[in-house]
């Protein structure tokens, strides 16, 4: 299986802050990497798919890179709207594999 | 608008089963796989499997084999997840989602609600 390693676990920054969150893939999953936000006791919503492809209707502070292993999720400016745990997605093959969560508070 | 809808919360005794719903609309039921995933309390996202929705077969995750069962009523556009032999340690939320493309390993654009499933004595 590939195991998706999230970094940090935990982050605290300010509004207006630029906000980086990593995600190691345990093998190469080329670009079929999601990022999903999920906000206390709601759905998960999908941000970004194919490791850099914004999803309609996401705020353009938002925007994922990376290829192979090593991937980021990065908000410009942090709002405080933005206030959610932030998960990566192995989407390269099965068992669909999730990061272990990066919770970002203000 | 492409709406996945599940049933309410379950409240089960240990060893009782429960049937989860996941009513679909908005698009064609068969032209896109279905995939279940679970987050116990606290946790994280955990992929449970996935069903064909053209052919009905079902493929599952390791450690959701045996007692956890994928099935569809296509007449209906709807999706269920049945679990038996219900463990405390199934308490969980579960959520069904539907991907981008037809192929169940994209990125999962819409997901139900959530059920809730509560196992207690």
């Known amino acids: 299986d590939i195991q998706m390693t999230q970094s940090p676990s935990s982050l605290s920054a300010s509004v207006g802050d630029r906000v980086t969150i990593t995600c190691r893939a345990s093998q190469g999953i080329s670009n079929y990497l999601a990022w999903y936000q999920q906000k206390p006791g709601k759905v998960p919503k999908l941000l970004i798919y194919?490791?850099?492809t914004l999803q309609s209707g996401v705020p353009s502070r938002f925007s994922g890179s990376g290829s192979g292993t090593d991937f980021t999720l990065t908000i410009s400016s942090l709002q405080p709207e933005d206030v959610a745990t932030y998960f990566c997605?192995?989407?390269?093959?099965?068992?669909?594999?999730f990061g272990q969560g990066t919770r970002l508070e203000i | 608008q492409v709406q996945l809808v599940q049933s309410g919360s379950e409240l089960k005794k240990p060893g009782a089963s429960v049937k989860v719903s996941c009513n679909t609309s908005g698009y064609t039921f068969t032209n896109y796989a279905m995939n279940w995933v679970r987050q116990a309390p606290g946790q994280g996202l955990e992929w449970m499997g996935w069903i064909h929705t053209n052919t009905g077969n079902p493929s599952y995750a390791q450690g959701f084999t045996g007692r956890f069962v994928f099935s569809l009523d296509t007449s209906v556009s709807t999706a269920y997840l049945q679990i038996s032999s219900l463990r405390a340690e199934d308490t969980a939320v579960y959520f069904c989602?539907?991907?981008?493309?037809?192929?169940?390993?994209?990125?999962?654009?819409?997901w139900g609600q959530g059920t809730v499933v509560t196992v207690s004595s």
């Open positions: 989602a539907r991907t981008l493309s037809g192929s169940y390993d994209d990125a999962f654009e819409f």
């Open positions: 194919t490791a850099s």
């Open positions: 997605q192995n989407c390269y093959t099965a068992p669909i594999t």
